[in-house]
């Protein structure tokens, strides 16, 4: 076999580094794959698998896809299950002394991706579960939000509660480890999408520090979890999860909000779908959904919200007395309702947009957009 390019040997050291990932190799205006990489993407992508000589006497397998496109192959591999690397080139090439310097800058997963595919009024959960001694913790995220939300569950029947959330959170991407059987068979029957993680993400001093390092606190009295041990685990993890794959400040991550299940009507998966309540029984669709019919809101974060609504029925009267008092409120005030709908129609998704800012990954029309909301 004859010796490896300089360009070659360069992606092999980067691929030993992320085994588990698709790599993504800038190649001028172009993402290359190589080797099982390419044969895989090829497959999944639906484009020509070609070659490439690695050294005298023989070639490799390698597929491309151009960089300014590059979203929606990501957002294909992403909904197959993919994880992929996107390693960029950190120099110009035109003034780089030998082989071009390139790395890893991001992690692309399906808990993780921020491509246009998803819609307006969904999420997109990062999730982690953990357990101990009966003890359960979920902490759930909205990479493309910010939103943040950790529980702890426990009692005679936690573990069917932990699944119906679960259920009810749908997420992209689920991190646990080390759950007692038969929990964990329970919990990988529902068939999220759950990468290999180290059991130490979830050990409860350096999952504690990172998010007191992140939220830049000396204490989580402040989000009311400093005495939520499995649920801080949960969060923790989910933190430096993030920071593993995403190499970046989380400055769009700004809170951590506890919830208690308790405060919800639980709803087992059978129940929600026999309801229809945000999807149909027979294809999975939101149309001819409860929440099909009751949207008529103006903005994303509206449809998210209401979504969680109809998910997360409430219990207390005065809550449920309030919201309707709400409700009442507007209906009586036909004028103004009116010029606050056509207000509305105007703002942007400020979420998305402020975490496309934070993360640098906004362009001329997201920021036009969020100039406009503002």
């Not at 390139?102 to 357990?131: H, K």
């Not at 649920?231 to 700004?254: D, N, V």
């Not at 008529?296 to 309030?322: C, F, S, V, Y």
């Amino acid at each position: 076999m004859g010796k490896q390019t300089p360009m070659l040997m360069q992606y092999n050291r980067i691929k030993r580094q992320y085994p588990d990932c698709l790599v993504f190799f800038r190649l001028g205006d172009f993402y290359e794959l190589f080797g099982t990489d390419a044969e895989i993407a090829a497959q999944a992508l639906d484009i020509t698998l070609t070659s490439r000589e690695a050294g005298k006497g023989k070639r490799i397998p390698m597929c491309g896809v151009p960089h300014h496109a590059a979203d929606s192959y990501l957002a294909t591999l992403v909904q197959k299950g993919h994880k992929v690397a996107i390693c960029e080139q950190l120099e110009d090439p035109r003034t780089a002394k030998g082989i071009v310097k390139r790395d890893v800058v991001r992690i692309v997963t399906p808990g993780t991706a921020l491509d246009d595919t998803l819609q307006p009024g969904q999420n997109r959960y990062l999730a982690a579960v953990t357990e101990n001694r009966g003890v359960w913790g979920i902490a759930v995220c909205d990479f493309s939000t910010g939103e943040f939300l950790c529980t702890e569950i426990k009692g005679e029947n936690a573990s069917d509660t932990v699944l119906s959330e679960l259920h009810r959170v749908s997420p992209s991407e689920l991190l646990m480890t080390g759950l007692p059987s038969p929990a964990s068979d329970r919990v990988k029957a529902l068939g999220f999408y759950a990468p290999e993680v180290h059991s130490e993400l979830f050990n409860y001093d350096p999952a504690r520090q990172a998010l007191l390092d992140h939220f830049r606190v000396l204490s989580l009295e402040g989000f009311g979890c400093e005495n939520l041990r499995e649920a801080t685990k949960a969060a923790g993890a989910i933190i430096s999860y993030l920071r593993e794959t995403q190499k970046t400040e989380l400055s769009h991550i700004s809170r951590l909000v506890p919830y208690n299940t308790a405060s919800h009507m639980m709803l087992d998966h059978t129940t929600r779908r026999n309801l229809e309540l945000t999807r149909t029984l027979r294809d999975g669709e939101r149309h001819a959904t409860l929440l099909w019919v009751l949207d008529q809101t103006r903005t994303p974060m509206g449809a998210r919200l209401l979504k969680t609504w109809l998910e997360q029925p409430l219990l207390n009267g005065d809550a449920i007395n309030n919201r309707l008092d709400a409700v009442e409120s507007l209906t009586e005030a036909d004028l103004a309702r009116s010029e606050l709908r056509e207000l509305l129609k105007r703002v942007y998704d400020l979420p998305r947009l402020a975490g496309r800012v934070a993360l640098r990954t906004a362009n001329g029309r997201d920021l036009n957009a969020l100039a406009r909301s503002l």
